[in-house]
């Protein structure tokens, strides 16, 4: 609750619509518009925090009210869908899996205010450790949580900035649960240097801790690597002006590697600020969970002009509401909706629901966190089948 007041504070000077929904369209007050990016860095904050406590659509919707103000890529329709010709719909995981059969190494992408993207990866994670993958890196891991949650075999709190995000912890603590190894990778020189130089040094320099930490150890190792954004791209030039992750761990591994994309295409609060193919996909290949697009010769085709960037693209579908929450928090991430019992709601203002198992230590990271306000109908915990303790924060 203390992050998300702190965000809120930081963004106080922008009117209440943009802290909102994110109902104020790009372009209709130039003086608006500049005030908005002033503050972007705290609108990423406010996002990041609101994802902390379950209010998933409110983190989109403040990304997306900056995202407006920026320039944006719209790619041609027709043009695109044009590239689909000869494709039809696998459903992701079983697709992901098969390629990830005959590779070393799986890189998948998220946003970091989407904790949809963590809750696929939770389910990617438990088919992949069935062939063999046993190593898991997180961009967020700092070295002494991971070695922490390794011994103890549960995420607590300062295991990670994003691992203290419910869904985030979940996908980690059945990760370790089924075996996994918790790697950390993050290049954490932070010596003053200029902004191009630090991020060559961060690019290459956490390839290099995966090759020194896994595989330099582990001539046999199977990893997957959860990255932010497009850090697990490769590179189809020779030699490009800035060379991601993706592609320094391909080249310094010498390993094969699989590099999944699953940021594009998801389902926003407002469709406005939906990619503009992705209800044109959803049109044409309907699917109630996610999915890939396969060609007839076997290849993927690749979309929003990415090619030789990334192998595969995710469709994630629009997830139906369930008691308040989003329905990717069942289907994907396996909870169960509980009510929230009533002598935890608040008679006024506002109050951060947690559920934390009853067996779990202290530090351990809350299974749910959810901000609930009087007057308003209280959405559900979403919940594994076990005994929880209940706490609250004003």
Not at 283 to 301: F, H, K, M
Not at 316 to 333: E, K
Request: one cysteine or more.
């Amino acid at each position: 609750m203390e992050r998300l007041k702190t965000a809120e504070a930081a963004t106080a000077p922008l009117p209440a619509a943009v802290l909102g929904r994110g109902d104020v369209p790009n372009g209709s007050d130039p003086a608006l518009d500049k005030l908005v990016l002033q503050h972007g860095s705290q609108l990423q904050m406010l996002g990041t925090a609101r994802s902390f406590v379950g209010d998933t659509d409110g983190a989109m919707a403040v990304f997306d009210v900056l995202r407006r103000r920026q320039p944006r890529h719209s790619p041609a329709i027709v043009r695109q869908m044009a590239l689909l010709e000869h494709a039809a719909a696998e459903e992701a995981i079983a697709a992901i899996v098969r390629e990830a059969r005959t590779k070393r190494i799986v890189l998948i992408n998220e946003a970091h205010h989407v904790p949809l993207h963590r809750a696929f990866a939770q389910r990617l994670a438990a088919e992949l450790r069935k062939i063999g993958y046993t190593y898991l890196a997180c961009e967020t891991f700092n070295a002494l949580g991971a070695q922490a949650a390794n011994e103890k075999r549960y995420v607590a709190r300062n295991a990670g900035y994003y691992t203290s995000e419910p869904v985030f912890a979940g996908f980690v603590n059945a990760a370790l649960a089924d075996g996994w190894t918790l790697v950390p990778y993050e290049f954490e020189d932070i010596r003053a240097r200029t902004p191009a130089e630090q991020l060559r040094l961060r690019e290459e320099m956490q390839a290099r801790n995966l090759v020194d930490r896994i595989f330099a150890k582990d001539k046999d190792a199977k990893v997957l690597v959860l990255v932010g954004y497009s850090h697990h791209h490769k590179s189809p030039e020779a030699e490009p002006k800035t060379i991601l992750m993706g592609e320094h761990l391909r080249r310094m591994s010498g390993l094969p590697s699989l590099h999944v994309e699953q940021v594009d295409f998801i389902a926003h609060p407002d469709p406005a600020d939906d990619n503009p193919l992705y209800a044109p996909l959803l049109a044409t290949y309907p699917s109630q969970g996610p999915i890939v697009l396969r060609n007839e010769d076997g290849s993927y085709p690749i979309l929003l002009g990415v090619n030789g960037r990334i192998d595969m693209q995710v469709i994630h579908p629009r997830y139906p509401i369930r008691d308040g929450r989003p329905g990717w928090l069942v289907s994907l991430a396996g909870r169960t909706a509980v009510p929230i019992p009533a002598r935890l709601l608040p008679s006024s203002g506002r109050r951060v629901i947690k559920a934390t198992p009853a067996s779990a230590p202290e530090d351990a990271v809350p299974t749910d966190i959810v901000l609930v306000e009087a007057g308003k109908p209280a959405p559900a915990l979403m919940l594994k089948k076990e005994p929880y303790r209940f706490s609250y924060e004003e």
